[in-house]
């Protein structure tokens, strides 16, 4: 069985992961052009242009408990022959993005760039860009 985890924005691929999953969306999207536009739109690109700000929030663990302490996110190991050190780094396994981007329709498919800033741990990431090509939104 095959089941499509989601790309939580703000993040990499995988920030965190494991067997169980948990995630959200929040999108508040406006059409700008076709909101003020007082006459019919012909041109696909302006009439599907949105202008788009979302929340995303996330979270991935392996067993019965998020919190259990047996996740791979909560360690780091640093190896150096005949030494392992195991470090408890305390991550907490819930993640969240925020940010804007903006949707149009471009020679019959949906493009749509975000704009996006992730949360973990309490602390704002660097701003990361998205750019996707699609059939739907």
């Not at 975000?114 to 739907?136: H, R, T, V």
């Amino acid at each position: 069985m095959y089941i499509k985890q989601t790309n939580l924005r703000g993040f990499s691929q995988n920030i965190r992961n494991g067997t169980n999953f948990a995630v959200t969306n929040f999108e508040l999207r406006f059409p700008v052009i076709s909101y003020f536009s007082r006459k019919p739109i012909n041109n696909e690109f302006l009439k599907n242009f949105q202008v788009v700000g979302f929340f995303d929030a996330g979270m991935a663990w392996s067993g019965l408990n998020p919190y259990g302490g047996n996740n791979a996110y909560e360690n780091d190991y640093h190896e150096q022959y005949p030494v392992t050190v195991i470090l408890n780094n305390r991550n907490n396994p819930l993640v969240a993005g925020y940010g804007v981007g903006v949707r149009s329709k471009l020679f019959g498919y949906f493009i749509r760039a975000d704009w996006a800033w992730g949360i973990s741990n309490g602390e704002i990431q660097k701003m990361m860009f998205y750019l996707s090509l699609s059939l739907d939104f």
